[in-house]
């Protein structure tokens, strides 16, 4: 990661707005931080820190309190920093949570603290702008925690000997996460996985086969296989018994089924001679239905000729009907011809009004063109008589105007005299607003911390409360579980009691007498609810834990509250028990006072003298103006009036306004529209109208012939009928009717002629195959038959029952056996899997051998390659006297090995603990171990990029010589690619770095400048 712009606004001692371009300092610059103590150095890593993670390098303020004193209200607190990694450039702003001033009314509104991060680039994405989102994007791009961070590319005022003094458990964090190694925990934990399941799933495995011998009752698998050949003899024998038993029964049931079909057959003989005789009885109705048939067949033939003679009669009805309509159409049609050719006459005669009614248009068309052009004179001299009034009005307004803008001039030039003498008077009211605000602040400060002090001592009494309930709770669960598991225990034993045959081994004892064999007492538990009364009670005890915790947290909470209170006390010292609505009055005072001045502008009020002037001028121009247009509007006046009365003279006295000339005209267009229309309507009338009577005359002659051809059909068709009903057997034509049916009818009669037939037919052959089928046979004795066979049923019944029964025991015995062969093999191959996993988490989890798991084994390998670079460079700075290596013995337990550093000494020729170094020496040793752990990380390209490395004091614990060679490493690791940042007040350092970053406070806030570029 490398920074390329960071700008700071607000923020620590900057009360502006303060960037960083670090672009400018060259590609891997080597560069001083440089400025007096309190100006801000430390800050600028600060807000790097803080833009990343949210918390400073020291992490011992917090955002809230890096808002600068000196900057403006309505200017917030922001860091943005952008930097590049993996050739991606990234910008993340952060703000705190800030009070900030209201959009609406006075006041101070609370802003939450945000968060937003961007890729930069064509195009730009937004990664994510959750605040809580942002910091894990920033690890997982880094690839670094804030506490990494800060051991590692950011070594903070006394805090560069974090890494160098750090536990073997800390350093394996950074280490792991640095060189990316998770892959060897994931393998340690996998194989760990592994192991504890296959021990779960072998101890599952004798508990099934255990369990598989309770089932069969037996204790071992020699007894089970006794059991299984016993059960194998009586299962054959009841088999044998079993077949006997259904061939009787089959018999019996052979036997049953051969009576009932000859009974059976006697019956049906029975029914159908029955059948038979009813059948017969509607002899009659047969005979009946033959002779109804024949007759409607015969009416059927001659149909034809009798719906020939209805159709003419209908035809010659219709035929007259239409010639009556005709007549009555025909003599219609005349009488509205002549009333159409008599209105037609009259039309004709209206219409000659024509001629006249057109000239009288003409003439009204001209009135109303003189009566146009006197309203246009009208309403010209109407708006003359207007403008004469207008410019009258605006030269009595213009010269009002121009006194009141000499007396605003005058005025002006009074309020800018005294908006000078009050502009000197802000910096004072500045001054005053600042020291209010940092009181009322810290005054609320110490009030919420009362309040929260009240409400922790609530929520640690509640919580001391809640830990006495949890205890109680959780006494009683475990006794709920004791009792539990003892009654469950007590069943096994009654259970297995009941299943004790006399001299027969008990599965507990082995005993073969039972004196007293355990029986059921008391509440009856299964083995799952002994399980969930252990889970409640193990919950209880969590419970109880949380609660504890939860208590010591509020205590912990409290003493902290107590400690800032004392702290804010001593800062305010007297004005530690100042009224905040007092001292808020005062600064709202004050505020207005300010904001007052504020809005006091000078340049303004300037500008607006110098425009009063200028308009007064103006004034004078335009009243000139108006007078020019007076004298021309009262000479267009006196030429209009002459004009109009010229007109008024020459119209006609009787129309007065254009609209009653207009109302005239259109009634004189609405007449002769009117007698033109009635003369076409009477002509078009007069037409219809003859059309229509010679039409009706055609029809009337035409429908009269039609009806004259039907009456010869009709007289025709009824000679025909007469003698076809003459010539066939009915008499009349009454009798005609009467044998008449439908074909459906006819139809039906037919079916049920054939029906009746064939019904006879069929139950006499019935009847007569019946009687040839029983011939010389006796019906049997069905009740004796059935409970023969019922007797035999119920012997096979029970014979099935006994066969199923041993059968049932076979197959169990049967199953129990390949169960624990099947569970025996899976042992068998878990048993081999285990040497194998077991064997492999023992070494990778350090539990044999030299005790140091995988994952510690490899993060050494990894920090024996960081010691060697760190050696060569601490090696340089300490003169050869000193090298990093390695701790390799004297541990206490697992926990401590491999990763401990120790420093070796030449002088001595032995190795002592680097928390032995004094300041100076600590520091070069740990500048080397940085140094040292960026070069190795680069080789392994592990996708962690440490192109960067802040140094924050420590310099001055060195001598000259050592401060030269110190200096002489960084160039070294510069001139390889990195970017160093170095913060010291050694005068050495500012004259042996050109590129500098100053930092120069003032009363107004610090400010940033870039030098030696």
Not at 102 to 118: E, I, N, Q
Not at 426 to 450: F, G, N, Y
Not at 959 to 987: C, F, K, N, W
Request: negative net charge; charged residues 25%.
């Amino acid at each position: 990661m490398k920074p390329l712009v960071l700008t700071m606004q607000a923020f620590g001692p900057f009360a502006d707005s303060q960037s960083i371009d670090f672009s400018r300092l060259g590609h891997n610059p080597l560069f001083l931080i440089n400025g007096p103590t309190g100006a801000g150095k430390t800050s600028i890593l600060d807000a790097l820190c803080y833009a990343l993670y949210g918390e400073t390098t020291g992490n011992e303020r917090e955002g809230v309190q890096m808002r600068c004193d000196l900057a403006a209200a309505n200017l917030p607190t922001t860091v943005t920093l952008d930097f590049k990694l993996h050739q991606r450039v990234y910008r993340i702003s952060r703000s705190p949570e800030q009070q900030t001033p209201k959009a609406r009314g006075d006041g101070f509104t609370v802003s939450k603290h945000k968060a937003v991060l961007t890729r930069l680039g064509e195009p730009e994405e937004l990664l994510t702008n959750k605040t809580s989102q942002v910091k894990q994007e920033v690890v997982q791009l880094i690839g670094l925690t804030e506490t990494q961070f800060r051991q590692v590319m950011v070594l903070p005022q006394g805090k560069f000997r974090e890494l160098l003094l750090a536990s073997s458990k800390e350093r394996e964090d950074i280490f792991g996460q640095l060189f990316q190694t998770d892959i060897y925990k994931r393998i340690e934990y996998a194989l760990k996985e592994k192991a504890g399941d296959i021990t779960r799933a072998k101890n599952e495995f004798d508990n099934q086969i255990r369990g598989a011998l309770q089932v069969a009752q037996v204790a071992s698998a020699e007894e089970l296989t006794a059991a299984l050949s016993q059960a194998q003899s009586r299962y054959s024998a009841q088999q044998a018994e079993s077949d006997k038993a259904m061939a009787a029964r089959q018999l019996a049931e052979q036997h049953l089924q051969q009576g009932t079909a000859l009974s059976e057959q006697f019956g049906r003989r029975q029914q159908a001679r029955a059948a038979l005789t009813v059948h017969l009885q509607n002899q009659n109705d047969h005979q009946q239905q033959q002779q109804q048939l024949q007759r409607a067949l015969q009416a059927r033939q001659i149909e034809a000729n009798y719906q020939s003679l209805v159709q003419y009669q209908e035809q010659r009805q219709s035929m007259q009907v239409a010639v009556d309509d005709a007549a009555k159409k025909l003599e219609h049609s005349k009488q509205q011809h002549t009333r159409a050719e008599a209105e037609l006459e009259q039309a004709r005669e209206a219409a000659q009004q024509v001629t006249a009614l057109t000239d009288e248009q003409y003439r009204l068309a001209n009135v109303k063109t003189a009566l146009q052009e006197k309203q246009a004179l009208a309403g010209q001299l109407e708006q003359a008589k207007q403008t004469a009034a207008q410019l009258s009005a605006n030269l009595t307004k213009y010269e009002a105007f121009k006194a009141k803008l000499e007396q605003q001039t005058c005025e002006a030039e009074t309020q800018l005299k005294s908006a000078v003498e009050q502009h000197q008077q802000r910096p004072a009211v500045e001054v005053k607003i600042q020291h209010l605000t940092r009181l009322i602040k810290d005054l609320t400060r110490l009030s919420e911390l009362r309040a929260q002090a009240g409400q922790i001592r609530r929520q640690t009494k509640k919580a001391d409360d809640q830990v006495g309930r949890a205890v109680q709770t959780q006494q009683q669960a475990q006794t709920d579980a004791d009792t539990a598991e003892m009654h469950w225990h007590s069943g096994q034993a009654a259970a297995l009691a009941q299943k004790l045959q006399d001299q027969m081994p008990c599965p507990v004892c082995g005993s073969k007498d039972h004196p007293q064999p355990a029986v059921f007492s008391g509440q009856q538990f299964s083995k799952a609810e002994v399980q969930q009364a252990r889970q409640r009670a193990t919950q209880a005890q969590e419970h109880t834990n949380r609660a504890r915790a939860e208590h010591q947290q509020y205590q912990q909470q409290l003493m902290h509250n107590e400690e800032l209170q004392q702290q804010l006390v001593t800062e305010l010292e007297e004005n530690a028990e100042a009224d905040i609505p007092t001292q808020q009055a005062a600064l709202e005072q004050q505020q207005q006072r300010l904001e007052a001045l504020q809005n006091i502008d000078i340049k303004a009020q300037e500008e607006a003298f110098e425009t009063l002037k200028q308009r007064c001028i103006k004034g004078e121009q335009s009243i000139g103006e108006v007078n020019e247009q007076k004298a021309t509007n009262e000479a267009n006046l006196k030429g209009y009036r002459k004009q109009y009365e010229t007109l008024s003279q020459n119209i006609d006295p009787g129309y007065s306004t254009v609209a009653d000339v207009d109302h005239k005209i259109e009634q004189i267009k609405a007449n002769i529209a009117e007698l033109n229309k009635a003369l076409e309507q009477a002509g078009r009338n007069q037409q219809q109208t003859a059309v229509e009577t010679s039409a009706n005359h055609s029809t009337y002659k035409a429908n009269q012939q039609y009806l004259e051809h039907a009456r010869q059909q009709l007289t025709k068709a009824m000679t025909d009928w007469q003698q076809t009903l003459k010539a066939s057997s009915f008499n009349d034509d009454a009798d005609f009717e009467q044998a008449r049916l439908s074909e459906d009818a006819i139809n039906e009669l037919q079916q049920q002629i054939t029906g009746y037939t064939e019904k006879q037919l069929k139950l006499e052959q019935t009847l007569s195959d019946l009687d040839t089928a029983l011939a010389g046979k006796d019906e049997p004795d069905i009740a004796a038959s059935k409970a023969t066979f019922e007797q035999a049923e119920k012997a096979a019944s029970q014979a099935t029952e006994r066969l199923n029964e041993a059968r049932s025991q076979h197959q169990q015995l049967e199953q129990v056996q390949k169960n624990i062969t099947r569970l025996r093999e899976h042992n068998s191959e878990l048993e081999t899997q285990y040497r194998i996993y077991g064997t492999l988490y023992d070494v990778t989890s350090g539990k044999t051998g030299s005790r140091v798991s995988l994952h510690r084994f490899v993060l050494g390998v990894l920090l024996d390659d960081v010691l060697i670079q760190a050696s060569q460079r601490l090696a340089l700075m300490s003169k050869g006297r000193y090298r990093l290596i390695r701790k390799l013995a004297g541990f206490k337990g697992a926990a401590g090995r491999g990763l401990d550093l120790e420093v070796e000494d030449s002088y001595t020729s032995r190795s002592r603990d680097v928390a032995t170094l004094s300041g100076g020496e600590s520091f070069m040793a740990a500048l080397a171990l940085a140094l040292g752990l960026s070069d190795v990380v680069q080789s392994y390209s592990g996708g962690i990029r440490l192109e960067t490395l802040f140094i924050d004091e420590g310099f001055g614990s060195l001598d000259p010589e050592s401060l030269d060679l110190a200096i002489q490493t960084l160039v070294d690791l510069q001139q390889s690619g990195r970017t160093i940042g170095v913060i010291s007040h050694v005068s050495e350092l500012k004259e042996q770095m050109a590129q500098r970053i100053e930092v120069i406070p003032s009363r107004q806030g610090s400010k940033v400048t870039l030098a030696g570029i």
